[in-house]
């Protein structure tokens, strides 16, 4: 296990039970034939976790990670599941018009024009689940202000950027806290999207 991919599984004890909870009412939310025959992708899918959802919801899956350390894990701890070596850069080649796309932690790692490509070539599936974090002007609390500018993500938006990407319809949108030992200090959302 290499350094990264141990930070990774540190930082997921903090951060992943709360956005899977956000991300299962969400996809919860989209009609049933949105999900039906879907493919779950999963742009920079890290471990892989959400895979478990995708099965969970009948679902196939196919995440993209770039990283190779964090690709080599999650095919070790999800054998058989599908993780190619893409990123977000890549979604235009992989996008199928079944698929519901998941951004889940990804946004704020992705420059201006790189999340305007990766939503370009999203509304090409049937639904966008966006889960990030985010600065809400005057109400971020201290620390997760610090963290968010030691974070390796460069890209922490305004909710208002993220709020209605064009070719979108909103169809269900969470706020929740995160932080350890249930102290919130992090501001996240789950926005969930269909196409049409």
Not at 49 to 78: C, K, M, N, T, V
Not at 113 to 138: I, K, N
Request: with cysteine; charged share 25%; glycine share 10%.
């Amino acid at each position: 296990m290499t350094a990264q991919t141990l930070a990774y599984r540190l930082g997921c004890l903090i951060h992943w039970k709360p956005r899977e909870k956000a991300i299962r009412k969400g996809l919860k939310s989209l009609p049933a034939s949105v999900i039906q025959g879907a493919r779950l992708l999963d742009v920079g899918s890290g471990l892989g976790q959400l895979s478990r959802l995708a099965r969970e919801f009948g679902l196939e899956y196919a995440g993209l990670e770039p990283d190779d350390a964090l690709r080599q894990d999650a095919a070790r701890d999800f054998p058989g599941t599908v993780f190619l070596a893409r990123g977000a850069e890549n979604l235009h080649e992989e996008i199928r018009p079944g698929d519901v796309v998941v951004l889940n932690g990804v946004a704020h790692h992705l420059s201006g024009d790189l999340l305007g490509e990766t939503l370009e070539a999203a509304r090409g599936a049937r639904a966008l689940v966006l889960c990030d974090h985010l600065r809400l002007e005057g109400k971020t609390h201290p620390l997760a202000k610090f963290l968010q500018n030691r974070d390796q993500g460069k890209f922490v938006r305004p909710y208002e950027e993220l709020k209605s990407p064009a070719g979108f319809v909103l169809r269900s949108s969470e706020f929740f806290p995160i932080g350890p030992l249930g102290m919130p200090w992090w501001t996240y959302f789950c926005n969930v999207y269909t196409t049409s």
